[in-house]
Nanobody
Framework: QVQLVESGGGLVRPGGSLTLSCAAS????????MNWYRQAPGKQRELVATFTSAGTTNYANSVKGRFTISRDNAKNTVYLQMNSLKPEDTAVYYC???????????WGQGTQVTVSS
């Protein structure tokens, strides 16, 4: 049974940093891509960063150079390090696990990130 639990959200000032964690029980990283999505009020959910099952990473242009996705295989946890945060980064951030070989994916409950002075 797959369960994704996010943590680490909160209130931060512009220019600050936060690290989100996603504890991914029941996920085998070698066959799942791990993604971070976000959804701001009134906007569609957007893909922020991906750690593929092959070990490569991809980022949305809006966060490239500021955010880093990483994976700890021993802890079965995925992280999103967010630096130089901007008010437009304010959103609920969701962890997603997408199975590589079929149309199956799982979502966490989300964690709120608010960037405000």
């Amino acid at each position: 049974q797959v369960q994704l639990v996010e943590s680490g959200g909160g209130l931060v000032r512009p220019g600050g940093s936060l690290t989100l964690s996603c504890a991914a029980s029941g996920v085998i990283f070698s066959v799942y891509a791990m993604n971070w999505y976000r959804q701001a009020p009134g906007k569609q959910r957007e893909l922020v960063a991906t750690f593929t099952s092959a070990g490569t990473t991809n980022y949305a242009n809006s966060v490239k150079g500021r955010f880093t996705i990483s994976r700890d295989n021993a802890k079965n946890t995925v992280y999103l390090q967010m630096n130089s945060l901007k008010p437009e980064d304010t959103a609920v951030y969701y962890c997603n696990a997408k199975y590589t070989y079929a149309s199956i994916d799982y979502w966490g409950q989300g964690t709120q990130v608010t960037v405000s002075s």
